[in-house]
């Protein structure tokens, strides 16, 4: 790995200007333009089409075109090296791609208000007893193939974007583009999913679906605005055509086994069998595909489940891009779209490049193993309002401090030292939790702890996303983000399945009389906390904080692994930011 000096470190003033800058605003609007497609293929489409009848079964299934965004660093290499005709001239690479995919988004949605199913007015409007004859399967079909469309264009904006952001913006600038892209993102998420609900009652659906696809234009105007990146073309090798027959084949071969391997890494990363069922059924194997949808769900081995079928995946899909003894035209562009982008990572990176995959892996973990707050929330005595107002309202305000404040430290005090201040906000905000087991329901105690947790969250994220930037390098751009953005979550899968197993492990030893160091905390905890769950279960409430505060123990030491690993990158390396390209003048 090349050395090169630390950036300087910059002013206060000077950190905060940059979310002022042509490119951060910009990059504002693209955030924008990629969270507006998100909701509008499943979730606001999920209250549509259950308006018009449609089953729950159905529309449950319809959560599998998500599944693109999981899998888009398969065909990232194909953003990395195709130049859009006409397009590419004038714009170049990656503005060129972003207004083809936003073109696809606008026509998916405009194709899905075109083709979802009609609700009647009684219906939209709420009429107790308004019957409507539930639409038939293929109009359905219909919908789920536009869905699907705009899905695929939505991820591949997503890569474009990706790309542009890490070539169009210096190291030191990737903190405040990522904390552009975050707002905007999820001001696209507010937007996506409760604008389309208001117009629906006003306008009816399909003209509500028609003005979001308008409101893509923002995006467009984004990337027009957006100056040219600094990229590179990959590396290329003329070889001379085989036969034609042969190399049919071995395309047709290939290409079947990137589909399959990107059955079993969808199936894992969304904990959906689908793809893999579907794909057992149309070969035959009816019974094996109900097995295997039974133990994709269960629960906690399931999520080991769908972690091997990851693993399993990627395994396929290495061998589709392995080079044959004999190189052939297929051989060779299949070994660069995939192997070449990791063989160029761990060239750059020898010494540290497994230690730098091992920390995105585990970075987040503390955060992904909180998915059983909710619960945690009811048991502790508050009301669903209370929740409600804390989690969806303030919690939204927190994330968004959270994400320009980590945007601010990676401009002011440099990538590293950003990334180790979220590797060691993080487990603290999970401790900080442990705050409600001794005080109940006490309300102001709950917005202070989601206001912790919140903007932790946003800060370790921000410095995240703008450290696995800096890991890509010109050419790989595209493929190299996708991969790192793909997989930094696997890990979590793994240990938020066992979350409630450990909380209710506790919580039985602690009824039973162990960890009595543990419970002796509790003596002067609130009377007013666990009192319902406590009284339901026959348990005494000190035996559920105890448990708990387990919980919170143990998520807090499994984020001290992503501290220790980003202090042993530091050490042993300059920050990864410094082989970023500078920004073009």
Sequence with gaps: MTEAAPAPKRSTWAALAAFFERRALVMLALGFAAGLPNLLIYDTLSVWLR?????????????????????????????????????????????????????????????????????????????????????????????????????????????????????????????????????????????????????????????????????????????????????????????????????????????????????????????????LTFLFSMAGFTEFSAAVSEIWTTRPWGMIWQVIGVLVGLAIVGFATYPLPRQTRPSAYFAKTLKEPLEDFFKRYRGTGALILAMICVYRIADFVLNLMGAFYIDVGFTLDDVANARKIFGVVMSMLGVGFGGWLVARVGLMRALIVGAVLQPLSNVAFGLLTFTGPWLPGLYLCIGIDNISAGVAGTALIAY??????????????????????????????????????????????????????????????????????????????????????????????????????????????????????
């Design 51 to 275: 308006q018009a009848r449609v089953s729950l079964d159905v529309i449950t299934l319809m959560s599998l075109v998500t599944i693109t965004y999981a899998i888009k660093f398969l065909w990232a290499p194909v953003v990395d090296r195709v130049k859009v005709p006409i397009l590419h001239q004038l714009f170049g690479k990656r503005r060129a791609w972003m207004l083809l995919a936003q073109a696809g988004v606008v026509v998916g949605i405009w194709l899905i208000a075109a083709n979802a199913p009609a609700v009647s007015s009684a219906v939209a409007g709420g009429v107790e007893g308004a019957v409507q004859p539930e639409p038939a399967m293929n109009a359905i079909a219909m919908v789920a193939v536009c869905a699907a469309f705009t899905a695929l264009f939505g991820a591949t904006q997503d890569i474009a974007i990706d790309a542009w952001r890490i070539e169009a913006a210096a190291a030191e600038k990737q903190g405040v583009m990522a904390a552009a892209y975050q707002w905007g993102y999820r001001i696209a998420i507010i937007v996506s999913g409760a604008a389309p609900l208001w117009m629906a009652s006003r306008i009816g659906w399909t003209s509500s679906y028609m003005l979001m696809a308008f409101v893509m234009v923002v995006g467009v105007v984004g990337v027009l605005l957006a100056p040219r990146e600094k990229s590179a073309e990959p590396p290329q090798s003329a070889m001379a055509p085989g036969p034609v027959w042969l190399e049919a084949g071995e395309w047709i071969g290939r290409i079947g086994l990137m589909v399959l391997g990107a059955c079993f890494i969808g199936a894992g990363l969304a904990g959906r069998a689908e793809p």
């Design 468 to 585: 696995m930037s800096s890991l890509t390098s010109l050419g790989f751009t595209a493929t190299q983000y996708a991969l790192f953005s793909s997989l930094y979550a696997l890990p979590g899968k793994i240990l938020a399945a066992i979350s409630g197993r450990i909380v209710e492990g506790a919580i039985n030893a602690a009824s039973a009389g162990e960890a009595e160091w543990l419970r002796v905390w509790f003596t002067g905890m609130s009377a007013d906390a666990f009192v319902r769950v406590a009284a339901e279960r026959g348990v005494s409430p000190q035996a559920f904080a105890a448990g708990y505060m387990t919980f919170f123990i143990y998520s807090a030491v499994i984020g001290v692994a992503a501290l220790v690993l980003a202090v042993l990158i530091m050490r042993k390396s300059p920050p990864a930011a410094n082989q970023a390209a500078p920004a073009p003048a």
